[in-house]
């Protein structure tokens, strides 16, 4: 069956970086986009970007203002997104997610990644 | 940027029937995804392409998707069935989020 397992809570404090990994099984990894999620408590789900995990094209949000990297490893089956320059407002749940049945939808989601940023 | 909006909170009676609106720019255009949300977990998709249902997911659940409008419709409503609800669509190879409604069931 599909999984997306997501790598544990990160503490980080202002200024670092985090870097968070997702690992797929159930399916064959480079013929799927995996997209980044993330949510602020009590938030509403905020998209980050994407990778094509064949070629390793990536397309990320302008709001996060070139500070997310998202990158992948195709014999590990693993993406990975990594934030930059930590604020408080980058608390959050950090997810990712795919659409392995062609649905244009996320039909598969990770259990989620606490990072909080604090000094 | 393209903006998706939806209601903060819709309430509804056990047995009767809910809707949820998500307005956007020529939404009608594009294919709408509805999320289900509760607390502490993962989103879980309801509705993709308008108005499909995956696998697994009650026929109480239904959607449409004409103009500037999509809509997420629960007949007979659960109180199972409380939760955040979230849209989706696509633009320009960007992913778009509403920004949320709370479904409570009275």
């Known amino acids: 069956q599909v999984q997306l397992v997501q790598s544990g809570a990160e503490e980080k404090k202002p200024g670092a970086s985090v870097k968070v990994s997702c690992k797929a099984s159930g399916y064959t990894f480079t013929r799927h986009a995996i997209h980044w999620v993330r949510q602020a408590p009590g938030q509403r789900l905020e998209w980050m970007g994407w990778i094509n995990t064949g070629d390793g094209n990536t397309k990320c949000s302008q709001n996060l203002q070139g500070r997310v990297t998202i990158t992948r490893d195709t014999s590990a089956n693993t993406a990975y997104m990594e934030l930059s320059s930590l604020r408080s407002e980058d608390t959050s749940m950090y997810y990712c997610?795919?659409?392995?049945?062609?649905?244009?939808?996320?039909?598969?989601w990770g259990q989620g990644t606490m990072v909080t940023v604090s000094s | 940027s393209y903006e998706l909006i939806q209601p903060p909170s819709v309430s509804g009676s056990p047995g009767q029937t809910a809707s949820i609106t998500c307005s956007g720019d020529?939404?009608?255009?594009?294919?709408a995804s509805w999320y289900q949300q509760k607390p502490g977990q993962s989103p879980v998709l309801v509705i993709y392409q308008d108005n499909k249902r995956p696998s697994g997911i009650p026929e109480r659940f239904s959607g449409s998707n004409s103009g500037n409008t999509a809509t997420l419709t629960i007949s007979g409503t659960q109180a199972v069935d409380e939760a955040d609800y979230y849209c989706?669509?696509?633009?320009?190879?960007?992913?778009?989020f509403g920004g949320g409604t709370r479904l409570t069931v009275l």
């Open positions: 997610t795919c659409s392995v049945a062609g649905l244009d939808a996320f039909d598969f």
């Open positions: 989706q669509a696509w633009d320009s190879s960007t992913v778009v």
């Open positions: 020529k939404l009608g255009d594009k294919y």
